[in-house]
């Protein structure tokens, strides 16, 4: 098992910028991958980004496209936490947050890759 705590949501502005952070707990040491997803009201749980590591694969870190060059993910290994710096928020960036962990899988951009999450934390952008 593992368990996953989000923080860092809010309320911000138009062009405002909110960090999130996401520490892993329990068996970490089988996990290779940490990753973001959000849900909007009325819509899909859709992927936001993922950073992978393994012996073979080296550290690979993979964004949407609706949020390249905006947000930045990184990793803390030794606190088992992933952080994600959200810049130049949008509106259409409003949803719940969802963190997640994964175990060697081929495809972490996918809902299904995933084993764990947390509780989502809530991201409000307002115009």
């Known amino acids: 098992q593992v368990q996953l705590v989000e923080s860092g949501g809010g309320l911000v502005q138009a062009g405002g910028s909110l960090r999130l952070s996401c520490s892993a707990s329990?068996?970490?040491?089988?996990?290779?991958?940490m990753g973001w997803f959000r849900q909007a009201p009325g819509k899909e749980r859709e992927f936001v980004a993922t950073?992978?590591?393994?012996?073979?694969?080296?550290?690979?870190?993979y964004y949407a496209d609706s949020v390249k060059d905006r947000f930045t993910l990184s990793r803390d290994s030794a606190k088992n936490t992933v952080y994600l710096r959200m810049n130049s928020l949008r509106p259409e960036d409003t949803a719940v947050y969802y963190c997640a962990v994964a175990g060697l899988r081929t495809d972490y951009r996918r809902y299904d890759a995933y084993d764990y999450w947390g509780q989502g934390t809530q991201v409000t952008v307002s115009s």
């Open positions: 950073t992978s590591w393994s012996g073979r694969s080296g550290v690979s870190t």
């Open positions: 329990g068996r970490t040491s089988s996990t290779y991958a």
